[in-house]
């Protein structure tokens, strides 16, 4: 259950229906998920989450599968259940298999396994690691 209610487009300000507005018009939509409009309630703080969301998982180095994985990593590593399904659902929309779904989960298990074991060791970083 959502700690604040989900705003509706009627509900809103004029400044976070622009925000909705550029949404649907970037990813070709009229669908405004729950987390914007959870955010809804602070314009400003939607707006620069919004434009820094765009920032950041733009087509760059990095092409936008390997991004949406990446979140989903970071999502499960956070325990966060929203970003986890729907950063899941933009990367099977941009590609990922079943196999692919089954691989990230296996490396994020992997990874959290020996990040809690060299964390409790407390094992030395090899000085051909450091940068």
Known sequence: MSTV????DEE???E????????????????????????AH??????????????????????????EMLYVA????????????SHSAAARAKGLT???QAELLAVIAMASQTNALATALQVP???QFKA
Request: net charge negative; hydrophobic share 45%.
């Open 5 to 8: 209610r989900l705003l509706t």
């Open 12 to 14: 809103v300000s004029a």
């Open 16 to 39: 976070a229906l622009a925000v909705f507005d550029d949404i649907r018009a970037t990813r070709n939509t009229d669908y405004i998920n729950n987390f914007w409009r959870a955010l």
């Open 42 to 67: 602070d314009p400003a703080l939607l707006k620069a989450t919004w434009e820094r969301l765009k920032t950041v998982m733009a087509p760059g180095a990095l092409d936008p599968l390997m991004k």
């Open 74 to 85: 970071v999502s499960v590593a956070n325990n966060c259940e929203y970003c986890v399904h």
């Open 98 to 100: 079943d196999q692919m």
């Open 125 to 127: 970083v090899d000085d």
